[in-house]
């Protein structure tokens, strides 16, 4: 037996035991939510290449090159050629070429699988492989 059922009786202690438990039932409610908060930021940043959501000028070029390859498919011969072209391009948005403003292969890549779910092109996707 533990210290305090040894000097308290059960009916002394049911009151705390209760408010024990309903508090446990907040914190568990709290942690819920914080733990779907964390899910839903990750799942943002991470959706389309981590950093890419702290990059709004670049994806909006992004998107501009996008229409541009939706209305011209022969453009670029392959998605890896457009997202090169988009690096590229976007390297040369900055006049002191910051590196920093500058993106991965991957997060060109994420920018164009999402652009290709928001704004399907018929055209493109007889260049672009499907996904199995």
């Known amino acids: ?9 059960k009916k002394e202690l049911a009151p705390y035991k209760e408010k024990f438990a309903e508090d446990m039932a907040n914190v568990g409610d709290a942690l819920k939510q914080l ?14 290449g981590g950093s890419a959501s702290k990059k709004p000028k670049q994806k909006a070029k ?6 541009a390859w939706a209305s011209e498919p ?4 392959n998605k890896t050629a457009w997202c090169n072209n988009l690096i ?3 390297k ?8 920093a403003d500058s993106i991965s292969k991957n997060t060109a890549r994420a920018w ?10 018929p055209e493109l996707e007889k260049i672009l492989p499907t996904k199995k």
């Open 88 to 90: 590229a391009i976007i």
């Open 1 to 9: 037996m533990g210290i305090v059922q040894e000097k308290y009786s």
């Open 62 to 67: 992004a998107m501009e090159c996008w229409k």
């Open 35 to 48: 733990l779907g908060a964390i899910k839903e930021y990750s799942a943002e940043t991470h959706r389309v």
């Open 112 to 121: 164009c699988d999402e652009f290709r779910k928001k704004y399907p092109s």
């Open 74 to 77: 022969q453009k670029y011969k």
């Open 92 to 99: 040369k948005m900055d006049v002191r070429k910051n590196v």
